[in-house]
């Protein structure tokens, strides 16, 4: 029996159902929110997430990791509203998510820099799943970091190497955001690698944005997860083509290094209403139980493996935190 922290308190790992391994609940962009507060309704888009939400247990899902962590505009309380609404457990992340620089506060801070001293970025995200996120007392279950078409710049490589190391003193899993275009989950593997991690407590997120099985085997040859995670975005990935390449992996033996997601939101800043409906209409939180599913069962996916996917392989990944 393991524990996994969610937003509204401690779960044990086999409670944790079928499960979404990257998601969001809430994208915020706050600077515009305080400036132009016209562009954020917090009353309506609470009712729209516990709406989505209660629809999404409906369609069988138990569990998401919310992976908005600070620069995707995280807001632990406004999560906490709609978690305490919700049929549907989160699971909250730390880390940050940035594709160059990191803000002042933080580039100024660390050795050779401005402020000196040390670096704070891992003890913020040890903070963060040790003893709870802005003073509530809702500790992180996951850490997230991202790289993508810049690749590994100074300021990701020390989000990188601080989420290595918060992982090592906490034992929380890791999650990344990825560019498959130019095989950046490799580039992550390395650094982590690099600094001790076990790769087998690593998912290489996006990885479901490519087709090309050659890069997606040394992934899996290196010991990592594979995030099958963006199903919905289409523009990126035809949905057939995302299908084969999951049922592919799985007639290959490899159920039990995937999960599935959407990377979706219950309400994103950076897109106007009605955009996401009318130009991504499949990139909704049920895209998966009521269109991925089905295609899956049809290329020949047995039901145990689409249970390994969406239960065992979370439960695994949580299973292993130490208490």
Aim: aromatic fraction near 6%.
């Amino acid at each position: 029996m393991a524990t996994v922290q969610t937003v509204t308190g401690e779960a044990d790992s086999t409670q944790l159902g079928r499960v979404l391994m990257h998601e969001h609940v809430f994208v915020i962009n706050h600077e515009y929110e305080v400036n132009y507060p016209e562009t954020w309704d917090d009353e309506q888009r609470t009712e729209d997430a516990v709406a989505k939400l209660v629809a999404l247990e409906a369609a069988g899902i138990d569990t998401i990791v919310d992976l908005t962590v600070l620069g995707l505009g995280r807001d632990i309380r406004r999560v906490r509203a709609v978690a305490d609404r919700s049929p549907v457990r989160i699971i909250a992340a730390t880390g940050f998510y940035t594709f160059t620089e990191l803000p002042n506060y933080l580039k100024f801070r660390g050795p050779g820099r401005l402020v000196g001293g040390d670096d704070p970025l891992a003890d913020m995200f040890v903070r963060d799943i040790t003893e709870g996120i802005a003073g509530t007392g809702i500790r992180a279950g996951i850490l997230k970091c991202a790289t993508d078409l810049p690749g590994v710049t100074p300021d990701v490589e020390r989000v990188l190497r601080g989420v290595a190391r918060a992982h090592r003193e906490t034992g929380v899993p890791i999650s990344t955001h990825t560019d498959v275009s130019t095989e950046r989950g490799l580039e992550q593997q390395k650094i982590f690698a690099e600094e001790g991690v076990d790769l087998t407590r690593v998912i290489v997120g996006h990885s479901g944005d490519s087709e090309d099985l050659d890069y997606l085997q040394s992934l899996l040859d290196n010991g990592s997860y594979l995030g099958m995670d963006r199903f919905g975005l289409n523009n990126r990935l035809a949905f057939d083509r995302r299908v084969a390449t999951v049922a592919e992996l799985v007639r290959r033996g490899y159920a039990s290094r995937l999960v599935l997601s959407h990377d979706a939101s219950c309400h994103s800043h950076n897109f106007p209403p009605g955009y996401k409906e009318k130009h991504l209409p499949d990139w909704h939180f049920r895209h998966i139980s009521d269109d991925v599913l089905p295609a899956l069962r049809e290329s020949g996916v047995s039901e145990r493996d689409l249970d390994v996917m969406l239960v065992d392989n979370p439960r695994t990944i949580f299973s292993a935190v130490p208490a």
